[in-house]
């Protein structure tokens, strides 16, 4: 179970605090706003009833100029005058208004009528105090309402705007009842002002009503924090599911095959390690099964790749039936692997290949087509506590690829000697390496003998590698190693080069030279240019030139092979299809590209005039040859029977060791030692050769 870093706690947890402490606030802030616009609301009601009283009794008046004169006894007010006292000075009564006693207790009593308990304070323009109300109050009042900044800010407003104007001493910060004062500027007919009141009283609001205004202010909160919670959490929700979505896909990715959800090569390889080592403790037994799909490519290439996947999944799901109780990988590709640990035998592991192949049976239908399923397996088991995953692989897939070679569709055990064999092959490799370098490899030519007029038509270059020290290398041996390691496009380069410019120098002109291509030299999409260069090279004319392709080349990628034939074809270089017979499809591709030439694979010569169903068969393609204006070659003629029959047949041009064995060619006599009437007139002489 994964474990959460502690910064991510500490994180998580100051998300939380901050989540209550915003909830906390929220509510807070909604009580104080409701607070504030309750008391606002039953104060300018106070307010305006207040400013309609002073209106309508006009207290200030115009100052008669005269000279003020202590008064022995001033008239009492039940409202508080300043100007009242005996002591009248300019501190206490403005010079230029005053206000009269009798319009003065006229607005205080209206006042008190209407309101219980208030605070009353009358200024002149300048802002001097002129009476208070009650009486009583305190100098240390007034100044406290005078120094107020509120109502400051609020008294200069209202005189400038001629307007009434609140204020308050409502802070956010302050939780108390918000108390509101209102300055009511007096204004003149004229429109100028003469004074004004600071008026203040205390809120009228009963207990029910107060509670009220809370419940619904608390209520309110509530209903806005839950909904920006739900909000919150809602979008909070999306954004981890997406996360979580993500993250279990990164996941699954990282452990499995995202096309056939099979395990992965890291799962599969510490999967095996585990079992390895439970295997060096317990004694039991581990076994892996490398299985690679038989010619997958074709599959993409015929069907296309949305066929290919799914055709890997139908494997899968076969593998997966066949092998419930052990690990089924997919490692990449077309390669999948299964580990078997546990208390199995070598019958029983055997007994599950068996099974694996007898799923191959049934073809699968994909988009309405059948696909034959094929696959080839090598089993490897660990012997000893002390194989390693990686060498359990290896070995696995030592007995594999003799699987494939040794005609696919089966299974091998592993076994010691193949070891050898990958070792051979390695040596092989760096030698051929060496060897292209240090131009160890040479070209001998094998003659093709028309049989109408017994003369020589062509040779076809053959490769040769003598070893300095293991001789003579077959190229059944070292071609299939050069096209596994990517080396035949350097050895088919080199070949092409050399039987051109050989060609070149021969005496007759007429002579062509057949060079043979494998399909790894069509990959690069250069072998136009290539061919172009060889004979430009060499000065050999393109008529000249015969280039040999098998039918598995048009497989690989027959648009691609076809297209570049046709470039070639265009140069004047001749085509011809060689082992014709042996596939399954050769007929198809004579249809999509015309060739100049078959040649009938030596696998039938063998065999003529000694079996009728083959002579039927070199009959049929001889015929086809003449029917779609192709020449037709028979190579592996080795007896004179085999070349009169041919010729009685109707074949064009034999090549073997009866008319010629590969040999270098004489640029002087290029007919020397070739069975034709244009070769060795002393025929005693020829067979002196082939005798020795």
Known sequence: METIPPHRKILYATMVVAVLGAIAISFYAIDQATLFHLFKSEAQKDFEAAEEIIAKYKPFEA????????????SPLSFGLRGSSIALTSELVSPSWKLPPKRAIAVKQALSERFENFELLVLNVPGRPLAVHPRDMTTQRVDEILSDPAAYDAWHSSFNSGELQIYSNFEWLDWKIPRFGVIVPYVNEAGKPRGGFIFSVDPNLNTIVFLEVIAFGSAFAFLLVMVVALVSIMFAWKGLHDRWKTSKTIRFLAHNDPL????NRAVFSDELNKALRKASITASNVYVIAIDIDKFKDVNDNHGHAAGDTFLQIISDRLRLVFTDHLVSRLSGDEFAVMIEGDYTYHDVTVLAQRALATTNPNCTIDSKEIQISFSMGIAQATDAAWRSSRLLHCADLALYRSK???????????SSMDEELERRRELETEMIRALKL?????VYQAQVGLADNKLKAFEALLRWVHPEKGRISPEVFIPIAE??????????????????DAAAWADPTLKVAVNFSPAQFKTGLIEQKISEALEESGLAPERLEIEITES??????KSVVKSLKKISNMGVSIAMDDFGTGYSSLSYLSRFPFDKIKIDRTFIMNIGKDAHTDAIVAAIIGLGRSLDVLITAEGVEEEIQAQILRAGGCDIVQGYYFGKPANVD?????????????????RLIEAAYAG
């Open 667 to 683: 640029p002087a006599n290029p007919h020397a030692n070739i069975r034709c009437i244009w070769g060795t007139d002393d025929a």
């Open 484 to 501: 596994d390691t990517g080396l035949i496009e350097a050895l088919g380069e080199y070949v092409l080069k050399k039987a051109c410019t």
């Open 439 to 443: 131009d160890g490899f040479s070209v």
């Open 63 to 74: 100052p008669t100029i005269q000279k003020p004169q202590l008064q022995s006894n001033p």
């Open 405 to 415: 070679n040794g005609g696919r569709s089966t299974y091998t055990w592993y076994e």
């Open 553 to 558: 080349l048009l497989i690989a990628d027959t």
């Open 260 to 263: 056939t959800h099979l395990p």
